[in-house]
């Protein structure tokens, strides 16, 4: 049972990479994105990591995922009329990776034990005592280094030139 | 078994992630398929951490989602700034850029 959830999510992360190699508009790479994130997120559950899997889903479809969707908004032109030769019309391909992604949770509550006895699962309070013990210094790297990252886009969205 | 199959999705989730990076045009294409890189380097480490059942994998991949937001946040930055000051979010805007330094 736990190859077959696995095997869904490798077709859905298969289906949404293809569609991200084909689609046109930015936006529908991004939502075939999220999707793909949140069937890694499932992955990561199953592979014995549930702080990881809530991170993936927090940080990645909550965070990063959004900073796409401001970067897509900020850069779409409005002039251009986009001429509607949409060749997928309807819901269908949203839809067909709803109904997967429902199927994947399904499989995943109602078979939670079994998955357990396969993998044992490494809990979040194992993964904050080794960050903030042997892995101190490289935490507190990290936190300085996001520190320099808001600078740094200060820095690249600064204009000197014109209309300061 | 299962560790084998998440090993093939993070190859699937590398192959896409270099298509993406070498077929399309669009900037925030590459973007995805930077993101697609990481999250193979993340699934790969975790499938080591569940085989020795270790948290080093954890941790790992904690600090890989760190530094994979820095490099997002840096790049989208320089996309904007791209937009801004060329007029164009595709990878034919940078070429420009070049030649107009190479004149």
Sequence with gaps: MI???VLLLA??????S???LVVRDPMHGAVNLGISLL???????????PFVAALE??????????????????LRTPVQPEPEARWRPGFWWPGMLVVLLAAVLIILFTRRPLFLAVIREIGPAMIGRALFG??????????????AVIGAVLAIQRREDHDA | MTLELALVIAALLFLAGIALILLRRNLIFL???????????????LVGGA??????????????MALSGAALALTLALLLRVKQELGGDTVDALRHLREEADE
């Design chain 1, 11 to 16: 077709l859905i992360v298969l289906m949404t």
């Design chain 1, 134 to 147: 042997p892995y101190l210094w490289l935490t507190e790297a990290v936190a300085l280094l996001l520190f």
């Design chain 1, 39 to 49: 069937a890694l997120s499932i992955l990561f559950l199953v592979l014995g990591a």
């Design chain 1, 57 to 74: 889903v927090m940080l990645y479809v909550g965070a990063i995922l959004v900073l796409f969707l401001f970067a897509i908004m900020l």
């Design chain 2, 51 to 64: 085989r020795w059942h270790s948290s080093t994998g954890q941790v790992l991949v904690v600090f890989i």
């Design chain 2, 31 to 45: 973007l995805l398929g930077m993101e697609l890189l990481f999250n193979a380097a993340m699934v790969i480490a």
């Design chain 1, 3 to 5: 190859v077959l959830l």
């Design chain 1, 18 to 20: 293809a569609a991200l």
